[in-house]
C-alpha cells in the first residue's frame, strides 16, 4: 500500500540536543511537506520541497532543517536553536495540490 | 498574522443533524480551498475542496460552500454521525500567485456528534 510513514511516533530527547525525524514516501510524490501542529495553533508550515535537492522555508523555519537527497526521502532536523521544540510534527506529500496533500501519522517530540 | 481562521474552536451537534464549520479568509489571493478531518495522534486526511470559481462543492454527506465577496467557507454535513467527531481544519492556497505547493491552514475546530 502507498502511503507516507513517519517515525517514530514519541520521540524524547533533551534540551539542547539536534534530533532528526524521518518521513519516507513510496507514492511517487514531487512534493513533500513538513508542518508543525500546537494547540490552538493549528498547522503551520516549517519546510518544503516540490523537487529533489530543493527546499525552501516556511512560515516557522528557525531552528530547523531539511533535506532531499531522493524522491521518498524529507527528513527534519530539530537543532538546538529551536526554542520550543515540543509540538506534533506532520510531513506530507502530494502530486497535485487539487488532490490535497497525504500526511503522515505525525511524530509527537517532547523535549525535557 | 492569521490568514485563514476557523474562529468557533468546539462545535457539537446531535447525531442525525446539520453540522456547519465555518471558516475566513483575509489574502484575496487565496483561489483554492480544502477541508481536513484529523482524529487524535492521526495525521489529517483530505476531506473536499473548491476552486474560487464554483460557490459550492457536494461529496456524498459533505457540502462545501464559497462565498468570495465575504471571504468566507462553510462546511456542511448532513447526516451527522458518530464517526466525523473529529476537528476538521480548513486550507487555503493561491495557485495564480504560483504558491500552490502551500497550503495555510487554520485552527481548527473540534465537531463532537452526540448519541
Known amino acids: 500500500d502507498g502511503g507516507i510513514t513517519q517515525s517514530p511516533k514519541y520521540l524524547f530527547r533533551k534540551e539542547g540536543q539536534n534530533v532528526t525525524l524521518s518521513c519516507e514516501q513510496n507514492l511517487n510524490h514531487d512534493a513533500m511537506y513538513w508542518y508543525r501542529q500546537d494547540p490552538g495553533q493549528g498547522l503551520r508550515l516549517i519546510y518544503y520541497s516540490q523537487i529533489v535537492n530543493d527546499f525552501q522555508k516556511g512560515d516557522i523555519a528557525e531552528g530547523y532543517s531539511v533535506s532531499r537527497e531522493k524522491k521518498e526521502s524529507f527528513p527534519l532536523t530539530v537543532t538546538s536553536a529551536q526554542k520550543n521544540p515540543t509540538a506534533f510534527y506532520l510531513c506530507?506529500?502530494?502530486?497535485?495540490?487539487?488532490?490535497?496533500?497525504?500526511f503522515g501519522s505525525g511524530t509527537r517530540l517532547t523535549v525535557v | 498574522d492569521q490568514q485563514v481562521k476557523q474562529n468557533s474552536p468546539s462545535l457539537s451537534v446531535q447525531e442525525g443533524r446539520i453540522s456547519i464549520l465555518n471558516c475566513d479568509y483575509t489574502n484575496s489571493m487565496f483561489d483554492y480551498f480544502l477541508w481536513y478531518k484529523k482524529y487524535p495522534a492521526e495525521g489529517p486526511t483530505f476531506l473536499i475542496s473548491?476552486?474560487?470559481?464554483?460557490d459550492k462543492n457536494e461529496d456524498g454527506r459533505f457540502t462545501v460552500f464559497l462565498n468570495k465577496s465575504a471571504k468566507h467557507l462553510s462546511l456542511h454535513i448532513v447526516p451527522s454521525q458518530p464517526g466525523d467527531s473529529a476537528v476538521y481544519f480548513c486550507?487555503?492556497?493561491?495557485f495564480g500567485a504560483g504558491t500552490a505547493s502551500k497550503l495555510t491552514f487554520g485552527t481548527g475546530t473540534r465537531l463532537q456528534v452526540t448519541l
Open positions: 486550507a487555503a492556497t493561491a
Open positions: 506530507a506529500s502530494s502530486t497535485g495540490l487539487r488532490q490535497g496533500y497525504t
Open positions: 473548491i476552486s474560487s470559481i464554483k
